[in-house]
């Protein structure tokens, strides 16, 4: 007797980057638990409607619903989500959550606002896809992501220094100077 | 100059609405994608143009099957460009894209020519992406070149190799499993990610054959493991290698459970929290196991994150089902938990306490969660009834006070879910415990008197007519449900008819009603 033994590796079933009216700024899915565009979206609704009235700024806040564990913080006027399946360790949800957060502010150098983010579109997708590999994680350190999207060689040391971090800012910077407008 | 006809406040809402995507319409982008075709590529503007496809998918944004397929040969054009920025989105793009069988033959040569590219970035994704579209038949072509990328001395290269190699695992099973000798390599890595993913595609690789996993857990819990995460998958393997193995008949210790109580003083929280949890969910947990465990997660009741909070109370509800007096010491850490900012974590401290509350405690419990109720949404208010129901069966004696609580709650605010759980509790009380019948019956027929939910007056009728002609004086309830006669919808009306002329059969002194 006792719950289902999870002897797999940690999955992350998906990443949510939502405004403060919870429209979708960026989003990736890596399970086939929500097949199609209405049930993603349905989930969204939920969960932004769940934690709406929370106040995760200072600290990552979580619940719980039907079967899946939402990890979530707020950032002025953006929030991020990861949701993980009802077994999955609560913290290692927490620390790919953090990493997100993390990256996210290193990448839009801190004007962490849907404005900017929408504008850095790219670095955020980019952002997304190197923390997740098909619901695998693959780095929950901030700087090491972020460095991996700004940078255009990675080192092959572990961890990235202050200079190789102000490099990868200023590759970032070119980006935040196009202008996305036609 | 003409007055501007918009207002000073619509001004302020347009700078909040505004979005570089603001009037962005598929098939203009589509158009714009016809760049990609130009012989003198401008990386900036091939960039901006996929970024723009993407916020389109994102969003919901379907491609037909044409619109997807030029889109995709158009993409590949942007091979010829060296620009990385550029490269990068291109690899993002085909990855949404996923390009059926004949269009991925497209790609492959120039995926291939990255992987073996002197830019570890290229390598590295390279490899992902073409992992993710390509099928059997390619894959035994690159093989070569995966096998070399899963030792690669750039981490990133190898990690992606390897996370690739768990996912193509699931459909090519029999390809992966003759990287062993190079995964192997990879879990000695001093790279930490690097030992996570090997770790992992390797015990996927061995996962049916016992003695292998035996003798990975074996030789790692021995050696050095170099992040949270692998530690954490290292603690599953372990629980699973206790799992499937018997007590050491000698000592009666289990093996590998040093392993898992050395875990409890780790420094990562991640790894804390892994090894309690699995040290609760050992078969046949002894208290003089659990003890440690219960001690740290104790501890993380306290803890100022809300998620450390809710990993344990979650976890020491589970405990409390089956060792309820192991989880006893928590009840004050517990008790200050009830007025959590969080109402999951919140609401599982209540229903733990109600688990593991001694009979004195009862009284104390049932005054602050009335308290408690009227700050909980419905779907937290069902937990609380169930565990209530549940803490009268095990203790009887206290059913007055248990029974009130379910009255009062019965005659707030709430929607049928809730109030449905609120009647088959006292429903299950009334059956078994005879000394709450009367009071039980008494509470329902109050309750029909103000039932906004005809299912429930129905059922609620039908019941009192199965257990009203059994109480000791049954002219009691025959008011209640002739005013429902009266008062009522026709659905109820005729539930309460019949419930009358149950009565009348079954009491011969009720047989003439005034």
């Keep these: 007797?006792?719950?289902?033994?999870?002897?797999?590796?940690?999955?992350?079933?998906?990443?949510?980057?939502?405004?403060?009216?919870?429209?979708?700024?960026?989003?990736?899915?890596?399970?086939?638990?929500?097949?199609?565009?209405?049930?993603?979206?349905?989930?969204?609704?939920?969960?932004?409607?769940?934690t709406q009235k929370t106040s995760a700024r200072t600290e990552a806040e979580i619940t719980m619903f039907d079967d899946y564990v939402v990890v979530y913080k707020f950032v002025q006027d953006l929030h991020f989500f990861v949701t993980g399946g009802s077994e999955e360790n609560e913290l290692i949800l927490s620390s790919v959550l953090q990493g997100f957060c993390d990256a996210v502010g290193l990448l839009l150098r801190n004007s962490v606002d849907k404005r900017t983010a929408l504008e850095n579109l790219d670095l955020i997708l980019l952002c997304i896809d190197e923390i997740v590999d098909g619901g695998i994680i693959l780095e929950t350190?901030?700087?090491?992501?972020?460095?991996?999207?700004?940078?255009?060689?990675?080192?092959?040391?572990?961890?990235?220094?202050?200079q190789t971090i102000s490099q990868a800012l200023a590759t970032a910077r070119e980006h935040l100077a196009r202008s996305l407008l036609k | 100059m003409a007055q501007p006809l918009v207002k000073k406040d619509d001004d302020r809402d347009d700078e909040a609405d505004y979005s570089p995507f603001l009037g962005i319409e598929k098939g203009a982008v589509l158009q714009e994608a016809r760049v990609f075709n130009d012989p003198q590529l401008d990386p900036r503007r091939c960039s901006q143009v996929i970024t723009k496809l993407l916020y389109l998918l994102n969003q919901g944004e379907t491609f037909t099957k044409v619109e997807a397929t030029e889109v995709f040969f158009a993409v590949t054009k942007l091979f010829q460009s060296k620009d990385t920025g550029l490269r990068r989105m291109v690899y993002l793009m085909i990855k949404e894209l996923s390009p059926s069988a004949d269009e991925v033959i497209i790609v492959t040569s120039s995926l291939m020519k990255d992987m073996n590219s002197k830019t570890d970035m290229y390598r590295a994704n390279a490899i992902r992406?073409?992992?993710?579209?390509?099928?059997?038949?390619?894959?035994?072509?690159?093989?070569?070149?995966?096998?070399?990328?899963?030792?690669?001395?750039?981490?990133?290269?190898?990690?992606?190799?390897?996370?690739?190699?768990?996912?193509?695992?699931?459909t090519n099973p029999e390809i992966v499993k003759r990287w062993s000798n190079?995964?192997?390599?990879?879990?000695?890595?001093?790279?930490?990610?690097?030992?996570?993913?090997?770790?992992?595609?390797?015990?996927?690789?061995?996962?049916?054959?016992?003695?292998?996993?035996?003798?990975?857990?074996?030789?790692?819990?021995?050696?050095?493991?170099?992040?949270?995460?692998?530690?954490?998958?290292?603690?599953?393997?372990?629980?699973?290698?206790?799992?499937?193995?018997?007590?050491?008949?000698?000592?009666?210790?289990?093996?590998?459970?040093?392993?898992?109580?050395?875990?409890?003083?780790?420094?990562?929280?991640?790894?804390?929290?892994?090894?309690?949890?699995?040290?609760?969910?050992?078969?046949?947990?002894?208290?003089?196991?659990?003890?440690?465990?219960?001690?740290?997660?104790?501890?993380?009741?306290?803890?100022?994150?809300?998620?450390?909070?809710?990993?344990?109370?979650?976890?020491?509800?589970?405990v409390a089902m089956t060792h309820p007096l192991a989880v006893t010491n928590c009840n004050i850490d517990m008790e200050s938990l009830i007025s959590d900012q969080n109402r999951s974590i919140a609401t599982l401290a209540i229903t733990t306490l109600l688990k593991t509350g001694n009979e004195s405690s009862v009284d104390r419990l049932m005054k602050q969660i009335t308290n408690f109720m009227s700050d909980i949404a419905d779907e937290f208010k069902i937990v609380v009834v169930e565990a209530i129901r549940s803490l009268c069966l095990k203790f009887p004696l206290k059913y007055r006070s248990l029974m009130n609580f379910l009255s009062n709650i019965l005659r707030e605010e709430g929607g049928f879910e809730y109030k449905k759980a609120i009647v088959d509790s006292i429903v299950i009380l009334i059956r078994d415990i005879p000394d709450a019948k009367e009071s039980g019956l008494f509470?329902?027929?109050?309750?029909?008197?103000?039932?906004?939910?005809?299912?429930?007056?129905?059922?609620?009728?039908?019941?009192?007519?199965?257990?009203?002609?059994?109480?000791?004086?049954?002219?009691?309830?025959?008011?209640?449900?002739?005013?429902?006669?009266?008062?009522?919808?026709?659905?109820?009306?005729?539930?309460?008819?019949?419930?009358?002329?149950?009565?009348?059969?079954?009491?011969?002194?009720?047989?003439?009603?005034?």
């Design chain 2, 443 to 514: 509470h329902l027929c109050e309750f029909i008197e103000d039932c906004e939910f005809t299912y429930l007056s129905t059922q609620i009728l039908h019941f009192l007519g199965n257990e009203g002609p059994k109480t000791s004086d049954p002219s009691k309830y025959i008011r209640y449900i002739y005013n429902r006669v009266i008062l009522e919808n026709p659905t109820v009306r005729a539930s309460a008819v019949s419930t009358l002329a149950k009565f009348g059969a079954l009491v011969d002194a009720l047989k003439r009603v005034d």
């Design chain 1, 141 to 162: 350190d901030g700087s090491a992501i972020a460095g991996k999207v700004a940078s255009n060689g990675i080192d092959g040391g572990a961890s990235l220094s202050e």
């Design chain 2, 182 to 318: 190079e995964v192997q390599e990879a879990v000695q890595s001093r790279a930490a990610l690097v030992q996570f993913h090997a770790l992992a595609l390797l015990h996927q690789i061995r996962q049916n054959d016992r003695l292998a996993v035996s003798k990975l857990v074996t030789s790692l819990t021995r050696g050095t493991v170099r992040s949270p995460l692998a530690q954490c998958l290292l603690i599953r393997y372990t629980s699973q290698v206790i799992r499937e193995s018997s007590q050491n008949p000698q000592t009666g210790d289990r093996p590998f459970y040093d392993y898992l109580e050395a875990c409890l003083r780790h420094k990562a929280e991640m790894v804390i929290f892994e090894a309690a949890r699995a040290i609760t969910e050992l078969s046949g947990v002894t208290s003089r196991e659990l003890t440690p465990a219960i001690t740290v997660l104790q501890l993380f009741l306290s803890s100022s994150k809300p998620v450390l909070r809710f990993a344990a109370v979650r976890t020491l509800n589970k």
């Design chain 2, 129 to 170: 992406v073409l992992c993710r579209i390509t099928d059997g038949t390619l894959l035994t072509q690159i093989e070569r070149y995966l096998k070399q990328a899963i030792v690669d001395k750039n981490p990133v290269v190898a990690s992606a190799a390897l996370v690739s190699g768990v996912h193509i695992l699931q």
């Design chain 1, 1 to 50: 007797m006792g719950a289902e033994p999870c002897e797999s590796f940690p999955l992350i079933k998906n990443i949510l980057l939502l405004d403060s009216e919870g429209q979708r700024v960026a989003v990736k899915y890596y399970s086939d638990d929500w097949s199609t565009l209405n049930a993603k979206l349905a989930f969204e609704k939920s969960v932004f409607a769940k």
